[in-house]
């Protein structure tokens, strides 16, 4: 790749991401996207997400909802919505030998590593340009923000988990099988392609179905959790994770988008 295109490659993304705080686009000064209609499905998580500058758009001011999340690009949005104590210290992110020194997302490789949101791979590998997928984020949210199951849902008490449990996206193949769990069973009893949950995501993807984390468009109980996590699921999960911390409000039930929040109490009921 020449010089020029690199550099133009580094200014869309540090756009995109909102790595580059001081700078609004007009997409968020206006607190809309040209290509995120009001009718589209995601259209009220991500355009509050961008009123609280968490997330951005591109330079020609559009969001690219249905565009695939790479890790990079998906550490960034953990960086711009999370504000967590590391865990764990890295020197910085160019330690990982497919990081680059100066690597446009270095900072947000930094610090999703070092607060436990993401780890790198066998070899000393991080893959920027790794494609995420939906349950690779719902594991990265669950466990980098230590989530855990939930005894009587009116009451939120967090459980921290050992040190150990925090390191993510790492591949799902090499983790160790989980105990059936009451979350577990949740999760394979809701969604009807329960069966291409990795085994070991599934305690992880039942404590997200369990606090609301998950959002399925266009039917809650299909995860599809291999597919290409996309921005505006990336927006939605994200959005949905801070209801779930007390840090912002929930949809209004009279909102289409609230339809797509997986909510297995509610099925359960109508049974």
Partial sequence: MSSLSRLSALSASLLTLGLAASQTSPALAQNTFPDVS????????????????????????TFRPEQAVQRDEFAAMLRQAFDKEPVRQIEDASAFEDVPQGYWASPAIEEAYQQGFMSGYPGGLFR??????????????TRGLNLAPQTRRAVRRPIYLPLAMTSLMQ?????????????????RDYYTDAQQIPQSALNDVGIATQQNLVVNYPNPRVLE??????????AAFIHQTLVAQDRIEPLPSNVE??????????????R
Avoid: C, H, K
Wanted: glycine share 2%; no cysteine; net charge neutral.
């Fill in 225 to 234: 959790p291999n597919e290409p996590l996309r921005r505006a699921t990336a």
């Fill in 171 to 187: 591949p799902l193949v090499a983790a160790a099988p989980q105990p059936t769990t009451p979350v577990a069973a949740l999760a």
């Fill in 257 to 270: 988008a609230y339809n797509y929040i997986v909510r297995p109490e509610v099925t359960q009921a109508a």
């Fill in 38 to 61: 009001p009718d589209y499905w995601a259209q009220p998580f991500i355009e509050r997400l961008a009123q609280r500058n968490m997330i951005a758009g591109y330079p020609d001011g």
């Fill in 128 to 141: 920027p340009n790794q494609p995420v997928s939906r349950v690779d984020a719902l594991v990265t949210l």
